[in-house]
């Protein structure tokens, strides 16, 4: 099957294997800044750093982006520079704050319990030493023996942060079979319990960088009706007052469900210990004719957005003789933000 001319640039000269490698999961749609025209951008980071960089095509809405050297150095200098170009791209937003990138690094499953630790002593002393966000995703990737580590922080933090994660690895081998995430195998459904994308080609992409502030101007129908109470970041994944967010909260856990919600819990999450933001709660009203743009065929728009900000977002049904509803969104200060500029723009493209 033809893959489209990208998948030539995708595919370096033949070499020797690489003694060091790494695997990052992207949204499709920041292929082409690592590409770049006419292949120029990743010819560029092969040739200079004698380094091999793969992007595979894909139809899906992810794709994984391998990066070998024959030193690990190289590969995180590589790495670095692949960041730096997806973040120059985004740069071009002026409404989005790209001061923070998230990496969504894939290891095969027996090895995640290295960067964990007993009782999560590991990825506590990670995010310590690094001041990085860290998130381990609880479920192996479709039909595979990975799973996705996100860190999230400035380009150096990330790279600083995956170098000694790589170092608590190679203390442990691989057991059992190993099967590598083949990204064509996304699953819409579950992506956000496995750090995927999980949306047709172009719909991902909103956790590479922090979330952006609420677009200036109207609301566009959004009447905001203040903020909830403030968690305090108890409990796995969750704070009493509004719900953990995906880098608040301890050990990432799943969300408790909302009372009165439509739309059940925000995003599942993976295992980890430490200390965690505080959470808040926002509330918006919006008129009913609104609900299907944001909600979607089968709750599809809805659970991207969810997976795209991290945040928590429940819609309340109307009350009799009501024709507006009440969203109740929680997590992060970035990323309620982000829940409500997402929404804003599901209104504003399908109503």
Known sequence: MKRGADREMASPQKRHRAAHEIRVLIPSRMAGSVI????????????????????PDCSGPERIITVGA??????????????QLIQDDLGKNE??????????AL??????????????????????????????????????????VAINGPIDVCIETLNKCLALVSENPPKGPIERYDPHNFDEFHAMEYGGFGEPRG????????????????????????NGGRGDGMGRGGGRGGGGGMFSGNGFGPRPPFPGGTMGVGPAGGVGGGDGDQASSS??????????????????????????????????????????RIITISGSQGQIRMAQYLLQQSVKEHL
């Open 107 to 148: 290891f095969h499953h027996s090895q995640v319990g290295s960067i964990i630790g007993k009782g999560g002593s590991k990825i506590k002393e990670l995010r310590e030493a690094t001041n990085a966000q860290i998130k381990v995703y609880g479920n192996v990737c479709p039909r595979s023996t990975d799973r996705a």
């Open 283 to 324: 509330q918006v009203t919006i008129p009913n004719e609104y609900a299907g743009a944001i909600i979607g065929k089968g709750g599809m728009r809805i659970r991207r957005i969810r997976a795209e900000s991290g945040a928590g977002i429940t819609l309340a049904e109307s009350a009799p003789g009501q024709n507006e």
């Open 36 to 55: 770049g025209k006419g292949g120029a951008n990743i010819s560029r980071l092969r040739t200079e750093n004698r380094a091999t960089v793969n992007v």
């Open 95 to 104: 409404d989005l704050d790209t001061s923070s990138m998230e990496v969504r």
């Open 203 to 226: 719909g991902g992409g909103g956790d590479f960088f922090r979330g952006p502030p609420p677009p200036r101007g109207p609301h566009r129908g959004f009447r905001p009706r203040g």
């Open 70 to 83: 024959d030193d690990q150095d190289t590969v995180l200098n590589v790495l670095a520079q692949v960041l």
